[in-house]
């Protein structure tokens, strides 16, 4: 038997279009891997009751200091905020849908994220 995967998925916004995507897909894939997370930022946009469209299989873990712009103090608590996630899930992939995020996830692993 093929050992399912775990899977970690990193968005920075949750909101609008990105919101019905990222339901879309990952509600699709939720049996495809042992365990799928979603790291996201809120959005004054975000729907109220966003985690109720999610199957229950998905681990949601809200992150703060999400911000587009280039903000050292944001930034540097956002690189420790990520890589303790990565360091305690202990996945098997990671997917994007960031540059910056590729960024800080190349100085935690050591590797080119693209």
Known sequence: MTKKKRILLIFEIMDDIVFIYIVDLENKLVN??????IV??????????????????IKLIKIDNFDRSINPTNDKKRFF?????????????????????????SAITGKVVA
């Open 32 to 37: 495809t891997y042992d365990m799928l997370y």
């Open 40 to 57: 996201y930022a809120m959005r004054k946009q975000t729907l109220v009751d966003y985690k109720e469209y999610f199957d229950k299989g």
């Open 81 to 105: 905020k990520i890589k303790k996630i990565v360091t305690e899930v202990r996945i098997n992939t990671i997917r994007l849908r960031s540059s910056k995020t590729g960024t800080l996830l």
